[in-house]
Structure formats: structure tokens, C-alpha cells
């Protein structure tokens, strides 16, 4: 609740993506900083700074707030295999999941993507994939484009 409050007082109005997404991990790392709302930058390249300083150096605020971003990531994750019932699993594309990967795998992802209540065995028999071909949306986009009409 706080850090929707701080990101209330920056954007008025809270998005997901105000929180998970490569700004919403600068975000929470600058909300766990103790930084000003108004005062932070959310320059894309400080994501890949917060993750190196995470699962490189070990930084510990970077860890919480890595940690922090994927249990936000995971429930969001679940939420949507939920909404859509997504038998075949879900797959995490993106720049992001792929960087984050063994932190990821540690845990706290899976833990808020199966944290659903009655349907913690729906979502926990659901399961989850990260791409890592970079090249996922040109071979997505070459497949449509030889597709025929």
C-alpha cells in the first residue's frame, strides 16, 4: 500500500506498468531508497543498473527491490492466466524476465503467481516459460508476414 501511495503521488492515477515493467523496478528501487516520488529518474538504462547491481554485486536494496518487482510481476502473471484460463501456460517475453531469470527462479515470482486462493491448484498446475530468444518478435513477425492471406 505504500508504494502504491508513492507512485499515487507521482502519477495521480496507478498503472501496472507503473510497477511492473523495467521503469516500475526503478521505481520501487528509488520508493525503497527512501527517494522523493517527484524526485527520481526513470532512465531506461537504470533498470539494467539496478538488475547487474542485484544479481552481481548483491546490493541488498536492489535485491528487495527485484525481489519486490517480480512478487508484483508473479501476481500479475497469475492474475491474467486466471482471467484467461491459460491451459498451455504462460510465457514471460519481454527484455526484463530474461535478465531476471535466477532470481526468478528463486522463488517469490512463483510463490505470487500461485497465491490465488481457491485457485492456488489451478494456477500452481499452470505452467510458466521465459523466452529468451531476443529474436521472438522478428520471428513472430516473419511467421505472419509468410502467412497467407
Known amino acids: 500500500m505504500a508504494l502504491w501511495q508513492w507512485l499515487h503521488v507521482r502519477h495521480g492515477r496507478v498503472q501496472v506498468e507503473h510497477v511492473v515493467s523495467g521503469r516500475g523496478l526503478v521505481a ?24 547487474r547491481a542485484a544479481l552481481v554485486d ?3 536494496p536492489a535485491l528487495a527491490a527485484v ?27 519481454g527484455g526484463i524476465a530474461p535478465k531476471l531469470l535466477p532470481r526468478l527462479a528463486a522463488g ?11 485457485y492456488s491448484g489451478w494456477t500452481r498446475g499452470c505452467p510458466v516459460h521465459v523466452v529468451t ?8 513477425a516473419a511467421r505472419a508476414a509468410l502467412r497467407p492471406a
Request: charged share 20%.
Open 133 to 140: 530468444n531476443p529474436d521472438l518478435p522478428l520471428l513472430g
Open 58 to 60: 548483491g546490493d541488498e
Open 67 to 93: 525481489d519486490l518487482f517480480l512478487s508484483c510481476y508473479g501476481a500479475l502473471a497469475g492474475d491474467m492466466a486466471l482471467a484467461v484460463l491459460a491451459r498451455g501456460g504462460v510465457y514471460l517475453a
Open 108 to 118: 517469490g515470482f512463483l510463490a505470487a503467481f500461485n497465491d490465488k486462493g481457491s
Open 28 to 51: 520501487i528501487e528509488a520508493f525503497l531508497r527512501g527517494e522523493a516520488p517527484q524526485a527520481y529518474e526513470a532512465a531506461p538504462e537504470r533498470a539494467a543498473t539496478i538488475a
